[in-house]
């Protein structure tokens, strides 16, 4: 180890927390997850106790640094966005934290739907609502539990709910701020969306927003992690972004794709552009003019896991599959929308459902599982076409540990790939973040890897990218809300395994 700086990620993700200890050449020094528990009840609730996270904070926190025998000089903290931590004047929580998994502020939403607020939202900010967004789930706290609203004192965010305990200070970043809440300046709060959503109320549960907060470790907060009072902490942006400036988004109509539980994908534009059909979210960079578009589809990962449990596959058999089954899958096509909430990038539908055209007799185990690969490829490339992708394509997530599948998005997409560099790209962009220019940026997102596109195969995915889209309009009129929804008090989990960002967010 040289003698140098170290530096400590924490990524406080929706079912696993994780920290790195990184050297001053962006090198892992060591690495460590914890699960975390989330609490399933009736109505769709799903919520997170913040005393488990912080033990398993501290847990993995201390892990990493007597693994490499070093108190880190700085401390950076990112985490799940979305959903709503409550917590009063001590960053103690006031009840368990509402998960942006959360579906009982689902009728509030469709409220909003029906009466034209999440549209005028989204004129505002560019930020399209679900249910676990942190705006319906005050106005569920409103209307249900106000009590809780009046003992807190903030209602803010994963990460800063960790930073608040950590340092006593409230604040939040400008990523976090700007869904839903945000102004489109990227700094500060909408007195539209508070008035819209029936939330001015309740503007002060709101916490600061500064461009990347920073404080000293206090004395609880050194107990927690076992390092010096004093150290410098730091707090945000959320995963999601965090994982773009790991990666090393870094111009205008650069791009990212996360291939987690949810395809995650992003462009780095130079405005904030409302018009247009209502999907996905902008979020502020904290740089002026400087917004990540962002496309997050609803499934990833989940729906070739959903594939390979009916098949009595194992993951390897992705790999295998694509090797047996030729570009085009025999014939077969999907629209791999899966998720029992339906779509919501490129397009907003939560009637969407996934359908396969073309299989017969002669259709192979392979040719199933590669028709899902390309049916998610192809649904990455809806979303970029939509979000302005011009640049570089930076990959990162569960799923670009699969070659083979790279290799499919690579065609499809008609670009090369830049995997970036592990581990842990998350916690990699929280650092960078709360140290600037104080490291070689280059050298801490150089791509492990390029995966280049066959040329070959350009023609044939271009057709096949037609046909997707023409079937993805001949379906709409087909799909219906479901009969039923999940089992009350079971919702679909993110698999810790399969992702860098649990973005299934709207995120």
Known sequence: MSGGRTLLGVDVGTSVVKAVVFDETGAALAVRGRDLALVHGPDGAVEQDLEHVLAGVSEVARSVTAEAATAPDLVAVTGQGDGCWLTDADHRQVRPAMSWLDGRASEILRRWNRTGVTERVYRENGTTMFPGTAAPLLAWLDE??????????????????????????????PSDSSMPFG????????????????????????????????????????????????????SGPFDFPACAVGAGVRDPGDALMIVGTTLGCMVLVDRLDTEGTPAGFHVSTGARDRWLRAMPAMVGTASVDWLLSVLGLDVEGVGRSLAESAPGAGGVEVLPYLATSGER????????????????????????????????????RHCFDAAGSSGRLLVCGGGSRSLPWLQVFSDVLGVPLETARAPEVGARGAVLSAVGDGVDRAAWTAPAATVEPDPALRSHYDDGYGRYLAHLEAARPLWRPLASGPVAGRVPRPSPATDDAEVSRGL
């Open 183 to 234: 102004d489109g300046s990227g700094n500060g709060y909408s007195d539209t969306v508070l008035e819209l959503t029936g939330l001015t109320g309740r503007r002060d549960l709101l916490a600061p927003v500064s461009t990347t907060p920073g404080a000293a470790l206090h004395a609880d907060g050194a107990r927690l992690l076992g390092l010096p009072e004093g150290t410098p902490v730091s």
């Open 144 to 173: 249900h539990e106000p009590r809780s609203l009046d003992r807190a004192a903030t209602a803010g965010y994963c990460k800063d709910a960790v930073f608040a305990r950590l340092t006593g200070r409230r604040a939040t970043d």
């Open 345 to 380: 990038a490129p397009f907003v539908d939560p009637r969407a459902a996934g359908q396969f055209t073309g299989v017969r007799l002669t259709t192979s185990r392979g040719d199933l599982v590669r028709a899902v690969c390309e049916g998610l490829a192809y649904a990455a």
